[in-house]
């Protein structure tokens, strides 16, 4: 049931949109391909498997028979010995003599070794000295290692041999006799060391003579340990028998482990290398090629140079090749694994495998025998990841950069706003908000991969698509707090600035879209960055439709922005205005003239400030809304209309107000001739309040032919 809902889950996760079922083809072809990798390192591995398996096999039953014989020849020995002692008349006589003669010359043979134990250990320990001062020959090496080796025998032997004394109070006094032993062992032992660490090294430098004296002390050391191992199966499996011959008894009787040693060394070589390599991919990430030449090179002074130096039987290159492979997965998996990786060095890790197959192939090394996979087969997660990556950084910045606009326009913090080259208002982020997606775009494009391009695209279409559904609710938000403020006084304080804002934030909208012959918008240009990085499917059938809704709704943006600071003006400016119209007072008062010279006021203070195309958008909303109010201030509260009074000549007075305010805006020379408005198009709209007059003025019998003109006319305009 897990493994099924995995399934599903990382489905969904290809196949996120309608559209990704174009890649199932594609998929299923990588799918394929991949299955045919990993049967076939199967088959391979199965293979070799069964092969050791059955080596192992066949040498367990040789060795079982070997085993068997020895049995029956020793038990033949052992029959033979007593019968012959039966044959022989006074036997056990001559035997004890034997035994007598044969201690006597081995404790003759260990009295001398003692006594030129000390002197001998001093001739090593000058050859040590004469080795130190030539480090890259050692030249005494194979000699040292011979008197050592003989050194070792006699102090074992002789340890031994007190261990199974009755008496055994001299022990404390041998061993600290042979101490200085283990001192000059320690000697040696650091000579080796650093024979194994610069191994390479001496390989390149073409000093065969020590890299071949050094294998046959490691190849010597191996035997001896496995003749240590073997007498030691032996002796506790047949530890009666084994007592009795002296060919068991004697020799080395430890494990020394330069072979271990030896191996080890190979990756305390390595290991720096490998830490200098991430100093090195931490700071540059897309050099991980050039950084790990190191890697490729020892291998091949291995192939080439040391191979016919080592026992064959040792397989130097493939032993090499093993350690250094397990290393190079240890440290890939490493930062793979680590939470904090940037999408740069999660894509150069990526890039790397396919690379380093190929070089390692080119040493004569193929994929299957390396193993493990030296990133696990993971290049699929991995790319998921490393697009997740780049989303992640995406949502990030994005977020960061509208709190901050947010925090800078609730507090209407002083100088929070910028100009462009042509004066217009403009907040501060926008710039740097297309300057982040093209550098996220250009990171994705650099995977080469249209699947991380795809999904880096999807996620910033949804932030783009986002940040202007927030805007428009912090703007209705904040402009609530001014249409219900109650300061009778004036504009509410911070007015000002909410409307420079709302300025601001338009013009930036224009700017997002607006293509000139000098310079194309930033949604022009960021279509053209990720054109070459889709598929022409997802380039026709999402990125393009979707680059369109975005571009509407900045259009959609710009426009409620200067909805609203249109509306600001009538529920602020003309709070005490409007509600006069067709009462009393409006007889008495130019209200209309106030209104007009009110508008006069905004369009000075803001025509150079806001984009020219905004310009139009701004007479038609004031016109409109201009027309709503007036319109609809037949509810205010005292409003009548008696045919006694002169409300025809007031109506006319004020649509001809209106009419000559914005006939005369194309004429303004602050305003530059920006205005392109359809003056005509006003003056239609307006004609509305004609039909108002009219019903007004008309008898009874002639209100329902004036209604049925103004339905005919205006059919779809609710009246009530």
């Known amino acids: 049931m897990a493994e099924t809902e995995g399934t599903i889950v990382e489905l969904a996760d290809l196949l996120r949109h309608p559209e990704d079922l174009d890649k199932i083809s594609f998929l299923k072809s990588e799918f394929t391909r991949k299955k045919a990798a990993i049967d076939g390192q199967l088959k391979i591995g199965l293979k070799d498997q069964l092969e050791v398996t059955q080596n192992g096999m066949n040498s367990i039953g040789d060795g079982q028979r070997t085993v068997n014989q020895i049995k029956e020849e020793m038990m033949k020995i052992d029959k033979l010995c007593a019968e012959a002692q039966n044959m022989i008349r006074d036997f056990p006589d001559l035997n004890l003599v034997s035994q007598v003669h044969r201690n006597f010359t081995q404790v003759e043979a260990m009295k001398a070794n003692i006594e030129s134990f000390d002197e001998r250990l001093k001739d090593l320990e000058q050859l040590l000295r004469e080795d130190d001062q030539d480090m890259e020959n050692q030249p005494n090496l194979l000699n040292i290692h011979h008197g050592l080796t003989q050194l070792r025998d006699i102090r074992d032997d002789a340890m031994d041999q007190i261990k199974r004394a009755s008496d055994t109070s001299l022990e404390s006094h041998l061993q600290d006799y042979f101490t200085r032993l283990d001192d000059v062992v320690d000697w040696f032992d650091d000579h080796i060391g650093t024979a194994c660490m610069n191994l390479i090294p001496l390989v390149q430098a073409d000093n065969k003579g020590m890299v071949v004296r050094l294998a046959l002390i490691i190849e010597e050391e191996e035997k001896s340990d496995k003749k240590v191992k073997e007498l030691q199966d032996a002796q506790r499996e047949y530890k009666d028998l084994a007592s009795r011959f002296k060919s068991m008894t004697t020799g080395p009787k430890q494990l020394r482990g330069y072979k271990e040693k030896f191996l080890k060394a190979i990756e305390f070589y390595a290991q720096p290398q490998f830490d200098k390599a991430e100093e090195r991919f931490l700071e540059e990430p897309d050099k991980l090629a050039n950084i790990m030449k190191w890697y490729f090179n020892d291998l091949y002074v291995v192939k080439v140079g040391m191979v016919g130096l080592m026992p064959k039987k040792w ?163 904040e402009a609530q707090k001014f249409k219900h403020s109650n300061n009778d006084g004036g504009a509410p304080e911070g007015m000002q600035v909410f409307q420079d804002w709302l300025v601001a934030i338009a013009n930036d909208q224009i700017a997002c879209i607006d293509d000139t012959e000098d310079q194309q918008s930033y949604l022009t240009r960021f279509h053209h960055d990720l054109s070459p990085l889709v598929t022409p499917a997802y380039l026709s059938r999402t990125a393009t439709p979707t680059l369109d809704t975005l571009r509407d709704g900045f259009v959609d943006l710009g426009t409620h922005c200067i909805t609203t600071f249109v509306s600001l003006i009538f529920t602020v400016d003309f709070r005490s205005t409007v509600p006069d119209l067709f009462t009393p007072k409006w007889y008495q008062e130019y209200a209309m003239k106030r209104i007009t010279t009110t508008f006069d006021d905004y369009m000075a203070d803001y025509s150079k400030v806001l984009h020219h195309s905004l310009l139009d958008v701004l007479i038609e909303e004031l016109a409109d809304e201009l027309l709503v109010h007036y319109l609809s201030a037949v509810r205010n509260k005292g409003a009548k209309f008696r045919r006694g009074e002169p409300f025809t000549e007031k109506f006319k007075d004020d649509v001809l107000t209106a009419f000559e305010f914005f006939s005369n805006l194309g004429a303004k020379p602050e305003l530059g001739g920006a205005v392109t408005v359809d003056f005509g198009a006003i003056k239609q709209k307006w004609r509305v309040v004609d039909y108002m007059v009219r019903l007004l003025e008309a008898d009874k019998a002639g209100v329902a032919g004036v209604y049925g003109d103004f339905k005919r006319e205006y059919w779809d305009l609710q009246v009530g």
């Open 315 to 477: 397989k130097i290159f493939k032993t090499y090749t093993d350690i250094y492979h397990r290393m190079m997965h240890d440290w890939l998996v490493k930062h793979i694994d680590n939470p904090e990786l940037s999408p740069p060095h999660m894509l150069s890790i990526i890039d790397w495998s396919e690379k380093y197959y190929t070089k390692m192939a080119k040493l004569g090394c193929d994929a299957p025998a390396l193993q493990p996979h030296v990133l696990d087969n993971r290049e699929g997660e991995l790319v998921r990841e490393y697009r997740q990556l780049i989303v992640k950084s995406v949502d990030e910045w994005m977020d960061r950069m509208f709190a901050a606009d947010r925090k800078s326009f609730i507090s209407r913090a002083p100088d929070s706003l910028d100009t462009d080259a042509h004066g217009y208002f403009r907040t501060k982020t926008l710039g740097d908000m297309w300057r982040m997606l093209k550098e996220q775009t250009a990171v994705a494009g650099s995977s080469n991969r249209a699947d991380v391009a795809e999904g880096v695209f999807d996620a910033m279409f949804r932030a783009l698509k986002s940040r202007q559904n927030l805007w428009q609710n912090i703007i209705d938000s």
